[in-house]
């Protein structure tokens, strides 16, 4: 880890000289560009990949989620997806390249979830996942801005749109039993 500042606060950057790689690969995905997926069995439980990048204090996150906000607001098609909450203090702002991690697609029917251990961020297995399957977790989107975000995950479950789970329920009365508005 060391120290930085770029103008916007100091900050700390986790960088990926010892970031084990070596559960997953990037390869073209069939839900969006880029996605990440299981170079080996990987079990139920167990930590797949650590989440790494700028570790930023809460005033810098909510600066940086601002400026997200404004530009998803110019390309709807852009989500503020990167940045995860480590403790009451840091968050992680995960949008680097050296975080193979921010390529992990949505899914509605995921086989991951992040989760906070031992003071890092970690992607997680729900279940056990094959080889070669690809890694996707709920991007837990608020419902306001749904039409804007198709979902393509593909699986039997999928409710159209990259929506939180929680809010389903709401999404399925607005689209009246349709797939897509
Ligand atoms: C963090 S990136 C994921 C990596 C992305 N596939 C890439 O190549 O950069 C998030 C973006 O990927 C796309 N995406 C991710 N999951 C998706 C899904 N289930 N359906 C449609 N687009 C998805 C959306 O454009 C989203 O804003
Ligand atoms: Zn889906």
Wanted: aromatic share 8%.
């Amino acid at each position: 880890m060391t120290q930085n500042n770029r103008g916007e606060g100091t900050i700390e950057i986790i960088e990926s000289s010892n970031l084990d790689t070596s559960s997953i690969s990037i390869s073209s995905s069939s839900i969006h560009g880029s996605g990440v997926f299981a170079s080996r069995a990987i079990k139920k439980g167990e930590r797949i990949i650590e989440y790494v990048g700028d570790k930023i204090r809460k005033k810098e996150s909510t600066r940086r989620a601002l400026r997200a906000i404004s530009m998803a607001k110019k390309d709807p098609s852009l989500g503020a997806v990167y940045i995860f909450e480590l403790d009451d203090t840091w968050d992680i702002d995960g949008n680097v390249e050296w975080n193979p991690a921010r390529l992990i697609n949505h899914s509605c029917d995921g086989n991951c979830e992040s989760s906070v251990q031992e003071g890092k961020i970690w992607v997680v297995a729900l279940r056990n996942i094959s080889l070669g399957e690809e890694l996707g977790y709920n991007y837990g989107y608020d419902l306001e801005h749904y039409a804007e975000h198709p979902c393509k995950c593909g699986k039997a479950n999928c409710v159209g749109y990259i929506v939180a789970a929680d809010q389903w329920d709401e999404l399925r009365k607005i689209l009246g039993g349709k797939k897509r508005v």
